[in-house]
């Protein structure tokens, strides 16, 4: 429950969740809220400011991928599948505890942010506002989250074939590329 709210205010609130008014009679802006579920998996997507490119030269991915690496193993977030491209980010996973997954985003995005905005003299957001996600029901479901995220490239027309795109997880769930990023899907 928000900060100095009584509670008819905030179940006013869940009725009409655009602005409520505290005790102290202001109005106050609820923000969305993550609903996430135990033991379940989801498609993050994160896009550069404006739709612009948040990758520019090889070492961009590479540190992101480093981060990822660092960041999953620190917040014991299993990540399924990835991919980066030039203007936004696809993963696909779960946390071992469901609460630290903002935090994984959190810290994971901020590092590049800053690791960016440092090496091209930038200030600012690279992030076009917070990571969304959603949540894959069924397996069925997440075979289809990890084809669509591992042809991204494909249908975006930078690559023919997804193995010849080297920053999504294609490579090493399908030809045993020596990434070892990505987690064992099938031990879920």
């Not at 009725?15 to 109005?27: A, C, D, E, V």
């Amino acid at each position: 429950m928000p900060k100095q709210c009584n509670i008819e205010a905030w179940i006013n609130s869940l009725i009409n969740p655009k602005l409520f008014r505290t005790q102290s009679g202001n109005r106050a802006k609820m923000t969305k809220t993550r609903i996430l579920i135990e033991n379940a998996c989801y498609h993050i997507y994160a896009r550069g400011n404006q739709k612009q490119a948040i990758f520019l030269k090889k070492d961009d991915f590479e540190f992101y991928l480093q981060q990822l690496k660092r960041y999953k193993k620190k917040y014991s977030f299993h990540l399924y599948g990835y991919c980066l491209m030039p203007n936004h980010i696809h993963l696909m996973g779960k946390a071992d505890i469901p609460e630290k997954l903002s935090k994984f985003m959190q810290c994971l995005q901020r590092s590049y942010t800053a690791y960016f905005n440092n090496k091209y003299g930038k200030v600012g957001h690279v992030w076009q506002g917070k990571f969304k996600m959603k949540l894959i029901t069924d397996d069925r479901y997440a075979l289809d989250c990890i084809y669509y995220i591992e042809t991204n490239p494909v249908r975006t027309k930078l690559v023919r074939k997804p193995e010849d795109y080297h920053y999504c997880s294609y490579l090493e769930r399908n030809l045993g590329s020596s990434n070892k990023i990505v987690d064992d899907f099938s031990a879920r």
